[in-house]
Each structure stands twice: as C-alpha cells, then as structure tokens.
C-alpha cells in the first residue's frame, strides 16, 4: 500500500483531529478520511512528494509508524525486510528517521528504486518545497511513476502545469495507464498558475502524458482557495469531453471510492 500525509485522493487523509496543515494553522476537513488509518492492513511503501506541512505532516506519519512499523526483531527474523519503506526526494529523509522510520530511499529526479516487482521513480514537478522561511527548496519535490505487473501509474503530487509532462511521458515508454492529476486549489490564477494546475490543465497534462486514464486528485476535501468546491469536477468533465476523451477513461472518484485496475 502506498500512502502520503496528507491530502485528499492524492496524499494520505489522516491529518490529525480532522484537519489539513498549511503552516498556517489547519483548515477543517469537509469529508472523512476515505480509509480510517486503524482500519489499514499492513502498510509496505510510502511515497511522499515533498515536504509542505500538509503533505508531510509528521503526526500522521508518528501515528502510522506506531502502528504499522515491523521490524525484523518483531517478526523474530534477523534479516526480515523494515516497513514500511520509505520512498522520498532528496533532502527529506533525516526528517522521517527522527520520526522513527527505518528504510528510506531518497531519491534525485529520474531516479528509481525496486521493491519487489515495483519499480518506483522520482519525476520532475513544477513546485518547490519548504517547512520553515529559511529552508525553502532546500530539499527536492517531485512526482511519482509506479510500474508493475499490473501496469504503471503517475502520481504528479502537486504541481502546475509544465512541458515536462511530455517527457515523462516519453520516458515512460508512452504506457502511462493511470495518470493522478490535480484538479482543484486553483484560484486565483495569478497566484495559483506557478504551483498547481487548473481542471482545463490538467486534461492537456494527461494529453501529454499519453495517458490512457486520468484520475482526477486534490480536490473536495479542504476548502483552501477561492474556486467553489464543487467547481474542479464539472470544469475537468467539459474540458474532457470537448478535446472528445472517451468518458470511461475519466475517474473522478467520491472519498473512499475504489475501482478495480
């Protein structure tokens, strides 16, 4: 299982006490976690994209840890393997082991690790990163290209829209089977534009991105910029269907919806 702390159907739903850290205080949820974190099984990755108060927020991540991290001691095996693993840019791995954590991979962009039959790579996003005024873009953010038995699948985190999304795309070997896109935290443009994408933008990036599902992300959960909240999905559906996609390859998913791949 693969999580991040955390955002709605794009990084872990577990911020503590029901609400979403900005740095700035905490923004009230407006829908339960998907999955309640007591009711997870056995967590073996997590993949952070970088390292915003409310995409890495350290009490999940201490509450998970609590809960979920095996060591071989536990299991009674000198050479079991720590869980979860964990999967990061550069720059934010000193941060998860004071938190506990036993198995980071930090990674450059275009970088890969392999973990069982998953092979995990690092790709290049259109943000930056900062947890306190004098660290900013100390430390590297990134997306994530996920490649297994099943298919491969991009998980952008946040990021505006860039010409990179055709060469991951590229890179990937044009099979990017599910691409999670952004669809929501977009107005006002004149200061949203630089670090997330609107609906309309989002539809091209999966263009690029020779994508053949897009999943729509990073929308409904908070209320943190000026757009009503219902607006992100209705906006992406007219932007779909007017470039002629083929409805059933878009999901826009309720909190806590699964389908199968």
């Known amino acids: 299982m693969c999580a991040e702390a955390c955002d709605q159907g794009e990084d872990g739903p577990w911020c503590e006490l029901g609400s979403r850290r900005t740095g700035l205080g905490t923004t009230k949820r ?31 991540l201490s509450r998970l840890l609590a809960a979920h991290a095996v060591r071989p001691g536990k299991l009674g095996k000198k050479s079991a393997p720590l869980r979860p693993r964990f999967v990061v840019p550069q720059g934010n791995g000193a941060l998860l082991a004071k938190l506990g954590a ?124 000026d757009e009503p909240i219902g607006e992100p999905p209705v906006r992406a559906r007219e932007a779909f269907l007017k470039g002629r996609g083929d409805m059933e390859r878009l999901w826009i998913l309720d909190v806590g919806e699964t389908r199968g791949l």
């Open 102 to 225: 036993g198995a980071i991979d930090e990674l450059a962009w275009w970088q890969s690790v392999r973990v069982g039959q998953v092979e995990i790579t690092l790709v290049p996003a259109r943000h930056w990163s900062m947890r306190m005024p004098w660290d900013r873009n100390e430390a590297l953010w990134g997306g994530f290209v996920i490649r297994g038995p099943e298919g491969a699948a991009y998980h952008s985190g946040d990021t505006g829209f860039f010409d990179g999304f055709a060469e991951i795309g590229e890179r990937s070997g044009g099979s990017v089977d599910w691409a999670m896109l952004p669809i929501g935290a977009y107005a006002p443009r004149w200061f949203m534009e630089p670090q997330h994408m609107g609906p309309e933008e989002a539809v091209q990036a999966a263009e690029l991105l020779g994508a053949r599902t897009f999943v729509a992300m990073h929308w409904g959960t908070y209320k943190l910029t």
């Open 30 to 60: 407006l829908a339960p976690a998907g999955i309640p974190l007591e009711d997870l099984t056995e967590i073996d990755l997590v993949l952070i994209t970088h390292n915003h108060r409310d995409h890495l927020d350290t009490p999940t």
